[in-house]
């Protein structure tokens, strides 16, 4: 069967500090990844979109950045953290016209 | 550009109805809906595919006008489980990528 694996679960990181949370698909190949992040009370914003190995497509210019290895791995970084990046981070894929969604990332920037 | 849904909160009763409304600026291919638990991550619960269609299951269904470029979701007889926040999405085709956008969410609290 197929599932999505996204870690780590909470983070809490110091302003100016690296970023790096890596997502995985089992079961399924050549997926279409995304990355969502939610701020606190508020709706999912998409950041990022990949339909491939090195294809990343990205919707808003930030501080962050993505990128897919692997055909199941989805990674998303930052060089230096904002305290406005803080949030819910959410990986998905989509199935048959339905999504699926990783646990999420709550990360707290300090 | 997101969706936009209305209300952006809603308190019912348990057992009163409720309408979430989604209202898109660009052409529909179709409509996905999203409940979302506190601190959780989103689960589907349907999608819409063609102008026009109706669907649901247990007491929550959803249509889709398409030439209005908007869905709506109906909750009945609402339960303290329905509580939660709700999302629709849209699916974008451009440049033959397929991009999934959400709305903005209605929070729906139930109480008994």
Redesign the interface.
Known sequence: SQTIHQWPATLVQPVGSPLSLECTVEGTSNP?L?W?RQAAG?????LF?S?GIGQI?S?VPQNLSASRPQDRQFILSSKKLLLSDSGFY?C?W?RN????????T?LTVV | Q?PVQSPQAVILREGEDAVINCSSSKALY?V?W?RQKH??????LM?L?KGGEQKGHDKISASFNEKKQQSSLYLTASQLSYSGTY?C?T?DYSFG?????????TRLTIIP
Do not use: C, D, M, W
């Not at chain 1, 508020?42 to 998409?46: A, D, E, K, S, T």
């Not at chain 2, 990528?97 to 969410?105: D, P, Q, R, S, V």
């Open positions: 279409n995304y969502y508020r709706g999912l914003q998409l979109y339909v497509s919707e959410l998905a989509i016209t339905e999504a699926f969604f990783g646990q999420g709550r | 997101q179709s996905h999203y601190g959780e991550a989103p689960v589907f999608i595919l999302f999405g699916e990528n397929e991009k999934l956008t959400f709305g903005t969410g």
